[in-house]
């Protein structure tokens, strides 16, 4: 039931919002560790909840082979409109991690953005097992996760799992939503049960609606064991 409410709000905001420009973390990460655009060429990158295709366009800039995967249909008909006369655009489609089917150790890089807290703590450990199977050695991933500052923390009905929500009315456009909020301790402690070596973390933190409205997420940049 959750996963529909959260399939139906990721459609509804492709609708609305078609986001276009990467967000700037996004930016940073490639930056720093992806810089040389020619060997780019010779690695796959992976856009997990890749929405309306920009971090997407972000990976051919850079000079992946990209490929990207969302469960909102209508987010893959606009990312394929978007993207799909690149020549480095290997395939979009409509999948989550569970049947991606993807080969183990296939990806060099894989991001995560705005994807992994819409599930609780046992389902986000076990889809970081599944990127960390289909990255290669020395494969980088990329993603963030709610904190608890965040404005509508707390703002519905707690499940099993402690910090994870099913929104109500009060969240406004969040409403019937499932999102897990974290500590960064907590949040560390998944990408190390999934075998992953945190190599940064940091902090971001946006203010809305005249600085009434708090976002915050962790950001972590994590790693593969082995040598790329």
Known sequence: MN???NRAASSRQVR????????????????????DRPANAQRRA????????RHLR????????AYGIDYSAEAIAVAREFLSAHPLLREIKQADLADGGFPAGFF???LC?????LRPCQDIVRDLRRVYRALAPGGRL?????????????????????????????AGPYQGMRYTFLDAPAAGELLSQAGF???????????????????????FWARKPGVA
């Open 3 to 5: 996963d529909e409410a």
């Open 16 to 35: 609305q919002h078609r986001l276009v420009y990467p967000d700037e973390r996004v930016v940073c990460f490639l930056a720093r560790h992806y810089a």
């Open 46 to 53: 992976l856009d997990v909840g890749c929405g309306s295709g």
């Open 58 to 65: 972000l990976f051919l800039d850079y000079g992946f082979q």
């Open 108 to 110: 060099d890089t894989v």
């Open 113 to 117: 953005w705005g994807t992994m807290f």
């Open 142 to 170: 990329l993603l963030n996760f709610r904190t608890r500052d965040n404005w509508f923390f707390g703002l519905g009905a707690e499940l099993d799992q402690p910090g994870t929500y099913v929104l109500d009315e009060r």
């Open 197 to 219: 070596q945190v190599e940064n973390s940091e902090r971001v933190d946006l203010w809305e609606a005249r600085c009434t409205q708090r976002h915050s997420w962790w950001v």
